[in-house]
């Protein structure tokens, strides 16, 4: 183990638009890519300079639980450890993993380990609002999550001319709560439906089954030989406007935008590296679209709500997530990527340490937000390390906590965004980016150990 762990925890739904919708010149709005004329309430704040241009975020839909992964704990016996009680050395001098994570130890110097996030909440939708906005609700203000903010501060209004979308969801939407919040429909992310696993990725709105390209641009040919209106009126602003947003809805169709969505023209063994599931192709997926300057890709990764059968779901799953992220790490430092793409993976939550071996559980585990891990990597984020720490049963914080707004300002920093920006509200008031402490809202500061 040729590295030495740092010491540092010491220290203090919607979006989806059919195809239908992106063939009409005035849809192109709803897949966010005629968006960037229109006017946006709020200054975009400097913070200092960005290292990171891109995040990719790797959502555990469910809770992952921390005690089979990022934190594991075989003395604390099979009460709480059950069938997976090992854990295996890193790369890294003094970091240890979960046994069913053989690749991602050998990656762990260039990921960190948050093992003291804390929330306190044990339902679904009140803790995945907190841990994506840092927020908690109840003021009858819906504030934006991460995806939506940076769409906001390095999208359309930053210049973005990206032809896809700069808010990217692998596969579907949470629907927890609008992601976009008050900002608005135009910084909600492109949800690109399809599954990146089967022989042909059908993203909605840019690849449909059972129509081929030359039958799509054979009717781009009829329309355009009743384009009359465009002809007679060329040169008029709007009309011009709107050839170029056809012109451009057909690109990500027909173009280079249906080409980054072409999983088959990465090479075979690249694609088998990755693991040739949803997962794995969805992770593949996301390097292309950072590749292509895609501001912040979303992988909704389900399946981890496992009150029943843990341990049967983790011998399945587990091995999938440790090849998928595993190769994305690998894949994105070897493409100099990773030091300008911040790669953020958690979930609500994460699940009781102690297994539920009483019926109807038989061996489940519940939700738990008191404490859990989550994973961080490249975009200013050092790897080898582990900040915080849980107790001897991985029951509560003993170290160094990090609450949602400290790991969420942590980003912003990285990204060049202000954390201390402030928002419009539709309604006409300002709106801080972020709670400061009068709001109530708890923190322990940003994760200066690692930045």
Not at 39 to 45: L, Q, R, S, T
Request: hydrophobic share 35%; charged share 25%.
């Amino acid at each position: 183990m040729g590295r030495r762990m740092r010491e540092v925890s010491e220290i203090g739904h919607g979006g989806m638009v059919s195809r239908r919708e992106v063939l009409r010149g005035g849809a192109m709005a709803a897949a966010g890519l005629m968006l960037g004329g229109r006017p946006c309430h709020g200054a975009i704040v400097p913070g200092r300079p960005a290292k990171a241009k891109a995040v990719i975020q790797i959502w555990l839909w469910g809770g992952m639980a921390h005690l089979d992964t990022f934190d594991p704990k075989p003395e604390a016996g099979y009460d709480y450890c059950g069938q997976l009680a090992k854990a295996i050395p890193t790369n890294v001098d003094g970091i240890q993993v979960g046994e069913l994570l053989p690749e991602l130890a050998k990656q762990a110097d260039k990921y960190s380990i948050i093992r003291g996030m804390t929330h306190g909440i044990d339902a679904h939708e009140t803790a995945t609002y907190i841990v994506q906005t840092g927020r908690e609700p109840g003021d009858r203000i819906v504030y934006p999550c991460v995806g939506a903010v940076v769409s906001r501060f390095k999208g359309y209004d930053a210049g973005y001319a990206g032809l896809i979308p700069p808010y990217v969801v692998l596969t579907e939407a949470l629907g927890r709560f609008s992601e976009a919040g008050f900002l608005g429909s135009k910084y909600k992310p492109f949800a690109t439906g399809g599954d990146p696993g089967q022989r042909r990725f059908m993203v909605e709105g840019v690849v449909a089954e059972g129509i081929s390209d030359e039958r799509q641009r054979g009717r781009r040919e009829f329309l355009d030989r009743l384009g009359t209106l465009s002809r007679a009126a060329a040169g008029d602003p709007e009309i011009e406007a709107l050839k170029k947003a056809q012109a451009d809805a057909y690109d990500l169709i027909l173009g280079n935008g249906a080409k980054v969505f072409d999983l088959a023209q990465e090479k075979d063994d690249l694609r088998e590296r990755y693991g040739r599931n949803t997962f794995g192709q969805s992770c593949l997926m996301a390097r292309r679209l950072v590749e292509q300057g895609v501001r912040y890709v979303t992988i909704n990764y389900k399946g981890w709500d496992t009150h029943k059968q843990h341990f049967q779901i983790m011998r399945r799953k587990l091995p999938e997530f440790d090849k998928g992220l595993a190769s994305l790490l690998q894949d994105l430092s070897e493409r100099g990527l990773l030091e300008s793409t911040i790669i953020w993976c958690s979930g609500e939550f994460g699940r009781t340490p102690k297994v539920q071996w009483e019926p109807p559980w038989n061996g489940g585990r519940g939700h738990y937000g008191r404490v859990f891990s989550a994973v961080v990597a490249g975009g200013g984020f050092r790897g080898g390390c582990v900040v915080g720490a849980s107790d001897a049963k991985g029951e509560d914080v003993k170290e160094r906590p990090v609450h949602p707004v400290d790991m969420i300002a942590s980003m912003y920093e990285l990204l060049g965004i202000d954390p201390d920006a402030t928002l419009q509200h539709p309604q006409g008031f300002a709106v801080r980016l972020l709670p400061s402490a009068k709001d109530g809202v708890k923190s322990s500061g940003k994760l200066r150990e690692i930045m």
